[in-house]
Structure formats: structure tokens, C-alpha cells
């Protein structure tokens, strides 16, 4: 199983439906031998060099 984490649903949404993951779950989609879900925001931010 390959799983994509997503910023947005409608982002998750698209890349569900390249993917082939066609099966609605709660809080996630898959199939094709992939699970894509999403978050709500920026999920990492770039840090200033020490």
C-alpha cells in the first residue's frame, strides 16, 4: 500500500482520482493500491539556518 498525505480534500480529491483510489472512506480515499487522506494547513514551514 502506498498512502498520500495531502495539505487540503480537494487536493486529495485529484490526486485521489490519478491514482485510481475511487472508494470513499471517512477522512480518507483508496484503492489501486493506494490510501490518500489529507490535513487541515501547512503540515511542515521552512526554518532559518543557525
Known amino acids: 500500500m502506498k498512502?498520500?498525505?495531502?495539505?487540503k480534500p480537494s487536493v486529495a480529491r485529484?490526486?485521489?482520482a490519478i491514482?485510481?483510489?475511487?472508494s470513499k472512506k471517512?477522512?480518507?480515499?483508496?484503492?489501486?493500491g493506494w490510501t490518500?487522506?489529507?490535513a487541515?494547513?501547512?503540515l511542515?514551514?521552512?526554518a532559518m539556518p543557525e
Open 14 to 16: 485529484d490526486i485521489a
Open 26 to 32: 471517512d477522512g480518507y480515499m483508496e484503492g489501486n
Open 3 to 7: 498512502v498520500c498525505i495531502a495539505e
Open 44 to 46: 511542515v514551514g521552512l
Open 36 to 38: 490518500v487522506t489529507w
Open 40 to 42: 487541515f494547513g501547512h
Open 19 to 22: 491514482v485510481g483510489a475511487t
